[in-house]
C-alpha cells in the first residue's frame, strides 16, 4: 500500500457534515490537511481534535465566493507545502424553491462557490499534479446533478457543472497517473439544510433529515483515494437514477410540480 503519512489534502467546506468528517478521516490515514471554509472557530476546533489523535491539520479560512481568496488558497499551499496531493471540492450550499424566486446575489454565490471555485482550484492543482505526474481531485457532487428537480434548478445545475466537467478532464487524464472523480451522494445529515433555510428567501430541502452520516460519506472518498474511478454512488443503489431519469422523466414532468406546491403552502 501507498504511504500515505507525507501526502498533503485540501478539504474545502471543512468546518461541517461531509468536509469535517473527510478531513478527520484522511488525516487518521496520515494525510496532512488543509483545512478550508469561512468559519474559523470551526476548523480551528477540528484541527485541534485532529492533532490531538496524532494528526497534522492546518487552518486556511476563505471565503470562495471571493475570487481573491481562491488565488489565495493556493499561494498559501504553495508557499506552505508547494504541491497538492488530493484536493476534495466539497465547500457547496443549495437553495431551496420556485427558481424563478431566487435573488441575483444567492444565485451569484451559489454559481462562485458550486461551480467557480471549484474549476479555479482544480486548474490551479492541476497545473502541479502534472509537472508531479500524480495527483487526485475529488468533486462531491450530488445525484440531483443526474436528475433535474422541481425546487433545486440552479443547484441541480452546478451539479450536472461538475459531473460533466470531472468526466471530461477523467477521460483526457486517463492515461496518467493524475486522477479525477466526482462523488454522487444522495441525502447526507448534515447541516446542508439549515444552510438552505438560511439563505434569503430558501425554504426546507425535503430531504434535509433523511440519508447517509457523513463519516459514511468520508469512508467512501477514503476508498475512492486507495482506488480511483471516475464516479461513486453513495448509496451504491443511486447508480439507477440517470436511467431513471432517461426512462421516468416524463412522470417527474407530471408529479414534481405538485411536490414542490406543497411543500411551499
Ligand atoms: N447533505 C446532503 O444531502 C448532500 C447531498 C449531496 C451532495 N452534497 C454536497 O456535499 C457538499 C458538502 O455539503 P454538506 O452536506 O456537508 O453541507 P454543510 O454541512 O452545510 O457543509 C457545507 C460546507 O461548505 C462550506 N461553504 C459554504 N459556502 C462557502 C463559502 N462561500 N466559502 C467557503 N466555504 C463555504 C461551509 O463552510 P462555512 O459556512 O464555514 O464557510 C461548510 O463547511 C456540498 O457540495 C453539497 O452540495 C450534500
Known sequence: MRDWKDKI????GASSGIGAATARRLAREGLQVMLVARRLDRLEELAGQIRQNGGRAECLPADLSQEGDRRRIFNEIETRFGHVDVLINNAGFCWYGYGAEMSWKTAWEMLQVNVEAVVQLSLS????????GSGHIINVGSI??????QGIALYGATKSF?????TALHRELSRTHLHVSVVRAGPVRTEFGEAALQQENGGHVPTEHIGVSAEHVAWRIWKLILRPRRVIYIPDWLRVVPWAELAFGWIIDRVGPLLLKNQKT
Open 9 to 12: 489534502a485540501v478539504v474545502t
Open 125 to 132: 492543482c492541476l497545473t502541479h499534479m502534472r509537472k508531479r
Open 144 to 149: 440531483s446533478g443526474s436528475i433535474p428537480s
Open 162 to 166: 461538475l459531473d460533466n466537467f470531472t
